[in-house]
T-cell receptor, first 112, second 116 residues
Framework: DGGITQSPKYLFRKEGQNVTLSCEQN?????MYWYRQDPGQGLRLIYY???????QKGDIAEGYSVSREKKESFPLTVTSAQKNPTAFYLC???????????FGSGTRLTVV | AQKVTQAQTEISVVEKEDVTLDCVYE???????LFWYKQPPSGELVFLIR??????QNEISGRYSWNFQKSTSSFNFTITASQVVDSAVYFC?????????????FGTGTRLQVTL
């Protein structure tokens, strides 16, 4: 079945370390997105990509980096520059012909 | 800039009560999409409905109904005869018309607790 796979489901990181969250989709969708969710808050956009080798900053891009080398993959790196990285991260994709967004099951990142 | 406001942070109801979740949005676009998502404790976002700005007809799907009013920039969601399984966080979201890589702007969510 088509969908979005995010891994790992839970991730622990020591302060000062970079960590990469994986997002893979087999929906043949062009656009992909990364959102961050903090307790009691809505989802905030970190980065998005419309096509391969192109991506744009969202509302809270500082301390994060992404790449889009393949259509299926949009990994997110949380760098040591991100001051408060503990959060729930959701990846999403959207096809060019439709208007629906598909979300992954999320990665919960905890800094220890 | 787009903005979605869900003023109700948390709502508690007893099973079988009806409950309405409010959503007010702001956008300069004349064409846009509105969404409702459900987030159960497991964390994934479950798509409930999408409505485009051209269509102001209300919609009913089982126990769920949606009231879209452009005049008041509102897109409210009603659950009739609520059930414990409806307990979740519900998000309203707004998207630009997809000419480009349109982004979803989310409200802060309403946590619904349904008890026996």
């Amino acid at each position: 079945d088509g969908g979005i796979t995010q891994s790992p489901k839970y991730l622990f990181r020591k302060e000062g370390q970079n960590v990469t969250l994986s997002c893979e989709q087999n929906l043949n969708h062009d656009a992909m997105y990364w959102y961050r969710q903090d307790p009691g808050q809505g989802l905030r956009l970190i980065y998005y990509s419309q096509i391969v080798n192109d991506f744009q900053k969202g509302d809270i891009a500082e301390g994060y980096s992404v790449s889009r080398e393949k259509k299926e993959s949009f990994p997110l790196t949380v760098t040591s520059a991100q001051k408060n990285p503990t959060a729930f991260y959701l990846c999403a994709s959207r096809g060019s012909g439709g208007y629906g967004y598909t979300f992954g099951s999320g990665t919960r990142l905890t800094v220890v | 800039a787009q903005k979605v406001t869900q003023a109700q942070t948390e709502i508690s109801v007893v099973e079988k009560e009806d409950v309405t979740l409010d959503c007010v949005y702001e956008t300069r676009d004349t064409t846009y999409y509105l969404f409702w998502y459900k987030q159960p404790p497991s964390g994934e976002l479950v798509f409930l409905i999408r409505r485009n700005s051209f269509d102001e007809q209300n919609e009913i799907s089982g126990r769920y109904s949606w009231n879209f009013q452009k005049s008041t920039s509102s897109f409210n969601f009603t659950i009739t005869a609520s059930q414990v399984v409806d307990s979740a966080v519900y998000f309203c979201a707004l998207s630009e018309f997809p000419f480009t890589a349109s982004k979803l702007t989310f409200g802060t969510g309403t946590r619904l607790q349904v008890t026996l």
